[in-house]
């Protein structure tokens, strides 16, 4: 869900269009994009869904934070 409970469409958008999409969710929630490691292997979807969960200035760590919990839901459960 992009901020204000509006779900992210991407359906149509050209891939500079998600990838600017994306840098602003960065900066809105305080995450410098030039940090971000390029081996971070999540999808952009995930990385979405986590930023859009945080409230504006929340920073890194609350990204990094949500981003392990965004992808913890979404592992399957090897409990078995």
Do not use: W
Not at 17 to 32: A, C, Q, S
Not at 33 to 43: E, K, M, Y
Not at 63 to 78: G, S
């Amino acid at each position: 869900m992009a901020p204000g409970g509006r779900p992210y469409h991407f359906q149509g958008m050209s891939q500079a269009d998600r990838l600017e999409k994306l840098i602003k969710e960065f900066e809105r929630v305080g995450v410098d994009p030039n940090t971000i490691s390029a081996g971070l292997a999540v999808r952009e979807d995930e990385a979405l869904r986590a930023l859009a969960a945080l409230p504006n200035d929340a920073g890194p760590s609350a990204f990094l934070h949500q981003l392990r919990h965004v992808v913890a839901d979404k592992a399957p459960d090897n409990s078995q």
